[in-house]
């Protein structure tokens, strides 16, 4: 038995990875030195700063299967693409508002859209194919958790 690869397919899965991991990693270098994380007064269940990286790294590549699933089955049209792209731009922009600008309240106002979102895109995602929906739950929980963080953040530091 031969096994034969389909690098047609191996392709849209690296690419499909690729982006949200290359992105989010060029926004992490943009706002690394204004990171003031370790600064603030944190709210209760506030992780160590060395968590997030690690957590936004497996969210992408979680998000890149799940977008690599639907573009392999042919199943990403305008919808799926318009809010895939749409949640992504608006995931990279908030750590920039939270860190860089330190416009906590409008990241949390921000991030709430991107909750939105993400549930949307979890939904679109699952209508067209059960897997690609279900790997964006922890996505979907992380964003949540990161929306208290902000809110708190906020609070405690205002």
Do not use: H
């Not at 204004?34 to 992408?60: A, C, K």
């Amino acid at each position: 038995m031969t096994v034969s690869l389909n690098w047609d397919r191996i392709k849209t899965y690296i690419v499909s990875i690729l982006v949200p991991v290359v992105l989010g990693g060029i926004v992490g270098f943009i706002i690394s030195g204004s990171m003031d994380y370790e600064e603030l007064i944190q709210p209760v269940l506030s992780p160590p700063s060395f968590v997030f990286p690690i957590v936004w790294t497996i969210l992408y590549i979680l998000m890149g299967i799940s977008y690599g699933i639907l573009k392999d089955k042919m199943l990403v049209d305008s919808s799926i693409s318009g809010i895939y792209y749409i949640q992504l731009f608006v995931n990279l922009l908030w750590p920039i508002a939270f860190f860089v600008f330190k416009w906590r309240l409008f990241a949390f106002i921000w991030i709430v859209v991107l909750d939105i979102l993400v549930i949307i895109m979890a939904v679109r995602f699952y209508n067209k194919n059960k897997t690609a929906g279900l790997l964006q739950i922890p996505y979907i929980l992380w964003t949540l958790f990161a929306s208290y963080l902000n809110l708190f953040v906020y609070l405690l530091n205002g």
